[in-house]
C-alpha cells in the first residue's frame, strides 16, 4: 500500500504494549489506525470537542472508535481489492469533520482527522477528485487569478436559481449561503512588503522582527483582521514583514498558501507543493529564528501537526516550532516581559467565545484566555461547546448541510440565542461564517478586539 502521508511516527506502536488487531495491511497507517483500543470513551457525551458527529447523530456507527473496525476491515482485505472505494468505508467516514478531537481527547490520542485525510487521498486514487472537491480546495488559487469567481459567489447568494444550479450540479446547498469575499483583498504599503531575506539575516534584523503570515480567509475574506493584527504588532514595537513568494518561486505573483484546502480534501501532493513554497521562503526565517505568527486556527495549526506528516523533513520540524498563532505569540511574550503595549476598556457587556475546534485540540485556549485579560475590565465568558458544524466546506455541502446545523444547535447556537446582546468572539472562519448563517449574528477576531483596545491607534 503506498501512503499518501507519512506515518512513520507509528513504526513502534504496539510494540511492547496490549495492542491487539493491527491490520494484515497497510504498514504504518494501519499501526496509526489500530492505536485505538475500543474504550469507548468517544461514544459518551463529556464536556469537550470529541466526537461531533456522534454527538449529532446519537449513533455509534459515526463515533472514531466504528469507523476503526471498518477501517480496519479495509485493511485487512474484508471490502474487497479496492476497499477504499467500498461505499461502506465511505459510509463509516463521510462525518467525521476532521476536528482533532480524538487526538487531544482520545485515551490513546487516535489521530482520526489525519486518518481521514490518508482515506480521502487513497479514495481520490482509486475514483479520482470529486468536481466539488477540486473546486473547493483550488479556491484560493481561483480567487487570486479569476476575479470572476468573488461576484459569481455574490450573484449566487442572491439568486435562488443559481443556487439551485449549484446544488444539482455540484452537490452545494442550496439552503446555505456562501462566504462573500471582501470587495478588495488584503493589501499593505509596499514598505510592509520588505525583503524577507533583509529582514531576518541583514545586520539589521533584531529579535523585534515578526512575519505576518496573512492567509487565504484573511487575505480574501477578512481583510480588516490581517491590517488589525499588523497595527496591533506594530503599536508593540515589532518590525511586522509579511510573508510572500520568493522572486525566484515558480509563481511569484500567487500568495503563499499552507494547503489547507487541498489537505482537508485529500489532495495531498497538491498541500505538499503549496508547503514546499512557503517552506522555501521562509528557509531564511527558520533559520534566523525569527517568529512566525498567523490568524486562521486550522491553518496555523496545519503549519504545526499536518506539515509533520507530509515527508518535508527538517523544515517542517523547525516551522512547527516557529510557528504562532497572534494570540499564541502575545501571550508568549507578554510572559516574557517582551509585550508591554497598555489597552484601553471596551465597551461594557459579555463576550461570548467559542473556540475552533484545532485551537481545543492544541490546548490554545489558554493562550487566547491570556490575551484577553489584558484587556482592563473585559468580561468574558468560554462557551462549553463541541465543533461548530462547519467544518471547512462541509457545512454547505448539500449532504451534510442539516448535520452540520445539528452540530452547532448541540451547544453553540443555544448559549449564543441566551446572551442575545453579547459580543461573539471567534478566530476561526468556519466558526464565524456557521455563526452568522445558524445565530443571524457577526463574530469577531481576536486582533479585532485588541485593534479596538488600542490606546493610541497607530496606522496600519
Not at 28 to 53: H, L, N, T
Request: proline fraction near 5%; charged fraction near 25%; charge should be neutral.
Amino acid at each position: 500500500m503506498k501512503h499518501h502521508l507519512d506515518w512513520s511516527a507509528y513504526e513502534t506502536a504496539g510494540q511492547g504494549d496490549a495492542y491487539a488487531g493491527i491490520p494484515a495491511t497497510g504498514g504504518d497507517f494501519a499501526k496509526a489506525v489500530a492505536v485505538c483500543i475500543g474504550d469507548k470513551q468517544c461514544q459518551r457525551k463529556p464536556k469537550g470537542v470529541m466526537c461531533p458527529s456522534f454527538r449529532a447523530t446519537d449513533d455509534v456507527a459515526h463515533s472514531p472508535g466504528e469507523r476503526v473496525k471498518v477501517l480496519k476491515a479495509a485493511l485487512n482485505g474484508e471490502l474487497g481489492d479496492d476497499a477504499f472505494a467500498d461505499p461502506r468505508l465511505a459510509s463509516a467516514m463521510e462525518l467525521c469533520v476532521g476536528c482533532k478531537g480524538c487526538k487531544r481527547e482520545c485515551a490513546n490520542q487516535v489521530d482520526m482527522a489525519a486518518i481521514k485525510i490518508e482515506y480521502q487521498a487513497q479514495r481520490n486514487a482509486q475514483i479520482g477528485v470529486p468536481l466539488r472537491d477540486l473546486l473547493v480546495a483550488t479556491l484560493p488559487d481561483q480567487l487570486q487569478h479569476r476575479r470572476f469567481v468573488r461576484s459569481l459567489i455574490r450573484w449566487r447568494n442572491r439568486a435562488p436559481w443559481l443556487a439551485q444550479l449549484g446544488e444539482r450540479f455540484l452537490g452545494i446547498s442550496a439552503k446555505r449561503k456562501l462566504p462573500e469575499p471582501a470587495t478588495t483583498p488584503f493589501v499593505l504599503s509596499s514598505a510592509a512588503y520588505r525583503s524577507m531575506s533583509g529582514v531576518v539575516t541583514s545586520n539589521q534584523g533584531s529579535d523585534r522582527d515578526v512575519i505576518l503570515f496573512v492567509d487565504t480567509f484573511a487575505m480574501h475574506f477578512d481583510p480588516e483582521i490581517a491590517h488589525a493584527a499588523h497595527q496591533v504588532l506594530t503599536a508593540a514595537g515589532y518590525n511586522v514583514s509579511i510573508l510572500q513568494a520568493l522572486a525566484d518561486d515558480d509563481e511569484p505573483e500567487r500568495a503563499l498558501c499552507c494547503g489547507r484546502t487541498y489537505l482537508s480534501l485529500g489532495q495531498v501532493d497538491a498541500a505538499r507543493h503549496e508547503a514546499q513554497r512557503m517552506h522555501r521562503a521562509l528557509r531564511p526565517a527558520l533559520e534566523a529564528g525569527t517568529p512566525i505568527v498567523g490568524l486562521e486556527p486550522s491553518c496555523i495549526l496545519s503549519l504545526r501537526d499536518d506539515h509533520l506528516k507530509l515527508g518535508l523533513g527538517e523544515a517542517a520540524i523547525a516551522l512547527s516550532k516557529q510557528v504562532y498563532l497572534f494570540e499564541e505569540f502575545i501571550a508568549r511574550e507578554h510572559d516574557r516581559k517582551r509585550f508591554t503595549l497598555e489597552f484601553k476598556p471596551l465597551p461594557q457587556g459579555k463576550t461570548l467565545v467559542h473556540g475552533h475546534c484545532h485551537q481545543k485540540a492544541v490546548g490554545a485556549m489558554k493562550s487566547l484566555r491570556k490575551v484577553l485579560r489584558l484587556i482592563p475590565e473585559f468580561e468574558f465568558e468560554f462557551i462549553e461547546a463541541s465543533c461548530c458544524g462547519m467544518a471547512g466546506s462541509f457545512g454547505v455541502e448539500a449532504e451534510h448541510a442539516d448535520i452540520s446545523m445539528r452540530m452547532a444547535e448541540l451547544d453553540l447556537l443555544p448559549a449564543l440565542r441566551a446572551e442575545p446582546d453579547a459580543t461573539i468572539l471567534a478566530n476561526g472562519f468556519s466558526c464565524r461564517h456557521q455563526i452568522r448563517e445558524g445565530a443571524a449574528r457577526q463574530s469577531h477576531h481576536v486582533a479585532l478586539l485588541m485593534r479596538d483596545a488600542l490606546k493610541e491607534p497607530s496606522p496600519c
